[in-house]
């Protein structure tokens, strides 16, 4: 079946430092692939997505490309803030059918000023 | 519009009892989902409608479980008996069908469920 795979948190850096989170996939068939952020307190927010091979998706200085030949969609931001800090969730939809969202497990980034 | 709403935001209950939650999904919206979420986990999928037809449920959603989605809007979540394993954070998100190439789903902000 369809899962997600993403690197396991915490992740501390400091203020400006340059992010990255992996996150590899398996899917049958040609699956959209997203990055959520859950902020404190806060519901999930689709942060970026790609719906195909070699898109790349950005937001907020945050990219990630979808790479087919590797099964990744790795998260990327070249300079961090405080604000940044959260949980990232990377997701994909099977758009084949059923459409549901499966889900990696999160990683916590912390930011330290 | 204001977004998926969810109603309650928490609720306590004592183990045995029912609970019902609802969902209001983005008007326009005709797929809507169910996920449940546990502490330091990602969200998991529970069922999903399209309309009113519930068209996939999870091997997660036991005999406990029960979702309505009576006239295609709003959607209800049901718990009977519950657990203390059931205590995680609900979570509703909706979708429309055709937009080109992807399933981008709104998530509403979720009702956080304590068993004691």
């Known amino acids: 079946g369809n899962s997600v795979t993403q690197m396991e948190g915490p992740v501390t850096l400091s203020e400006e430092a340059f992010l990255t989170i992996n996150c590899t996939y398996t899917?049958?068939?040609?699956?959209?692939l997203f990055w959520y952020v859950q902020y404190p307190g806060e519901g999930l927010q689709l942060l970026l997505k790609?719906?195909?091979?070699?898109d790349k998706g950005s937001n907020k200085g945050f990219e990630a490309t979808y790479r087919k030949e590797t099964t990744s969609f790795h998260l990327e931001k070249g300079s961090v803030q405080v604000s940044d800090s959260a949980v990232y969730f990377c997701?994909?939809?099977?758009?084949?059918?059923?459409?549901?969202?499966?889900f990696g497990a999160g990683t916590r980034l912390f930011v330290k000023a | 519009d204001t977004g998926v709403s969810q109603d309650p935001r928490h609720k306590i209950t004592k183990r045995g009892q029912n609970v019902t939650f609802r969902c209001d999904p983005i008007?326009?919206?005709?797929?809507l989902y169910w996920y449940r979420q546990t502490l330091g986990q990602g969200p998991e999928f529970l069922t999903y409608?399209?309309?009113?037809?519930?068209?996939?449920k999870s091997r997660l959603l036991s005999d406990r479980f029960s979702a309505e989605r009576p006239k295609g809007s709003f959607s209800t979540l049901e718990i009977q008996r519950t657990e203390q394993g059931d205590s995680a954070m609900y979570l509703c998100?909706?979708?429309?069908?055709?937009?080109?190439?992807?399933?981008?789903?709104?998530f509403g902000p979720g009702t956080r469920l304590t068993v004691l």
């Open positions: 998100a909706s979708s429309l069908e055709g937009q080109v190439s992807y399933n981008e789903q709104f």
């Open positions: 899917a049958t068939g040609y699956p959209s």
């Open positions: 790609a719906t195909k091979a070699d």
């Open positions: 997701a994909l939809t099977d758009n084949t059918g059923g459409f549901k969202t499966i």
């Open positions: 008007s326009e919206h005709n797929r």
């Open positions: 409608f399209q309309n009113e037809a519930q068209l996939e």
